[in-house]
């Protein structure tokens, strides 16, 4: 016997966390979501990972209303005994550790 509860939890763990519909996200993106030195707002990736919603869906909402991956800073090359070591960690993992919404995004 299948109670609802756990057939609901099935489906999160495929969609990455619980479904949310567009005004949902909203919500969600708008709560997580600090100012940006853009003017616009930035929301971490870290924060939407720990709010238990579909990650994908937040992604691709942010990335629908003009949201875009914040580039990282390009490592600065130093002297000294490990910068080789560092300079190999710096370019290492891609991932988007913030996401930048215009400001226009959540109203």
Same mark, same amino acid.
């Given at each position: 016997?299948?109670?609802? +509860?756990?057939?609901?939890?099935?489906?999160? +763990?495929?969609?990455g966390?619980?479904?949310?519909?567009?005004?949902? @996200?909203r919500?969600?993106?708008?709560? @997580?979501?600090?100012?940006? /030195?853009? $003017?616009?707002?930035?929301?971490? /990736?870290?924060?939407?990972?720990?709010?238990?919603? #579909?990650? /994908?869906?937040? =992604?691709a909402?942010?990335?629908? +209303? $003009?949201?875009?991956?914040?580039?990282?800073?390009?490592?600065?090359?130093?002297? $000294?005994?490990?910068?080789?070591?560092? !300079? #190999? =960690? !710096?370019?290492?993992?891609?991932?988007? @550790?913030?996401?930048? @919404?215009? !400001?226009?995004?959540?109203?």
């Open positions: 016997m299948t109670h609802a +509860h756990e057939h609901d939890s099935e489906n999160d +763990h495929e969609t966390g619980a479904s949310l519909d567009d005004e949902g @996200l919500v969600l993106v708008a709560g @997580l979501a600090r100012p940006h /030195r853009s $003017g616009g707002r930035v929301i971490e /990736r870290a924060s939407l990972l720990a709010s238990g919603a #579909d990650f /994908r869906a937040a =992604i909402w942010i990335e629908a +209303h $003009g949201g875009k991956p914040e580039q990282r800073e390009a490592a600065r090359p130093r002297g $000294g005994v490990h910068s080789p070591r560092l !300079a #190999d =960690i !710096a370019t290492g993992d891609q991932t988007p @550790l913030r996401f930048v @919404l215009p !400001a226009d995004a959540l109203s």
